[in-house]
């Protein structure tokens, strides 16, 4: 499962930090740092988790990656075109290469379409090709993700949760990104059918080349798709390393505590389980140093003054970053 190494897409210092609201007659409280700093980078053909706690970052690095919500600043480089120069316009047109599955297949459908104009709108709002060709793509996207053509013409309630899924796979397909942003695609369905679609996404990715930022919580299924690892806390990547290196041998002390986390389907194997106390800091005052010194059994002085740095380490499967003084 080696990808290439070409570099598609490449983020460094990313920040989204939001405004707090003003309160009457109150003085104004610290912006919420949501994202401070991530830096990783997605090859061709590669398939980049990124997990964590819920809270940690995951999504808006996401959304901030496409520019649905604006960043604070950083770069994100897409082919080696800075995103974040570029115009309303200029970004509209380089969203072909860069498409999004949403979370919730319910509430990303517009229930008001059938499935079929669900599926053309990108054609549509690209002007590609003509309505006949169109309504042919349509219905070979809709073979492709295992519906039936004549489905087209049936409203997003006819259809189950993991049809629905898979409509917004096919509308993310529709004009052949590069690079495809799976926001937990699979946390809102059933897990009878969690593996249908992580496999059906494995096969489109290996039949056109594409690239995956799969943000994600349920570990089992990072370690099924993934070719990279990247582990968040609060706002900041802790750990890169491939799937591999990260399951077996983990470095950071939190990816250790989230690994160690995962239910063990065998009532007879114990588990010796690490467990964190009390709670994340909050991201509107996140403490100095290490953002994960608060709860770490490592902690020395040094991790309270100084936050460390994405590092590499050397590993078997290749070089492992890490984000930890001691590690």
């Not at 950083?74 to 200029?90: I, K, M, T, Y």
Request: net charge positive; proline share 9%; with cysteine.
């Amino acid at each position: 499962m080696d990808p290439p190494a070409i570099p598609l897409l490449v983020v460094e210092n990313l920040r989204k930090h939001y405004a707090a609201p003003r309160q009457w007659m109150r003085p104004a409280k610290p912006p919420v740092q949501a994202v401070d700093g991530v830096s990783f980078s997605v090859a061709r053909g590669e398939t980049l988790a990124l997990v964590g706690e819920s809270g940690c970052g995951k999504t808006t690095t996401a959304k901030s990656i496409l520019r649905l919500v604006e960043p604070t600043s950083g770069s994100v480089r897409l082919e080696g075109e800075e995103l974040l120069a570029l115009s309303p316009e200029q970004m509209r047109q380089r969203r072909r290469d860069l498409q999004i599955i949403f979370q919730d297949p319910y509430a990303s459908l517009n229930p008001r379409w059938k499935a079929g104009e669900i599926v053309a709108e990108p054609l549509r709002n690209f002007a590609v090709g003509t309505p006949a060709e169109r309504r042919e793509r349509v219905q070979w996207l809709f073979s492709r993700v295992g519906l039936r053509p004549e489905a087209a013409g049936r409203y997003p309630h006819e259809f189950s949760g993991g049809q629905r899924q898979r409509l917004g796979i096919a509308r993310a397909l529709a004009l052949n990104p590069k690079l495809i942003v799976c926001d937990e695609p699979v946390s809102a369905l059933d897990v009878s059918v969690q593996a249908q679609v992580v496999n059906l996404l494995m096969d489109l990715q290996a039949e056109l080349g594409l690239a995956y930022l799969f943000v994600a919580h349920d570990l089992a299924v990072v370690r099924h798709i993934s070719h990279r690892v990247a582990v968040m806390y609060l706002g900041h990547v802790m750990e890169v390393a491939d799937r591999d290196t990260l399951f077996s041998a983990p470095r950071h002390p939190y990816t250790e505590v989230l690994l160690s986390a995962v239910p063990v389907p065998d009532p007879r194997r114990r588990v010796q389980r690490a467990l964190l106390q009390g709670d994340p800091p909050s991201p509107a005052s996140p403490p100095a140093g290490c953002r994960f010194h608060t709860r770490c059994p490592l902690a020395q002085p040094l991790c309270r003054e100084q936050q460390p740095a994405l590092t590499p380490r050397e590993a078997a499967g290749g070089t492992q970053w890490v984000a930890c003084h001691f590690r």
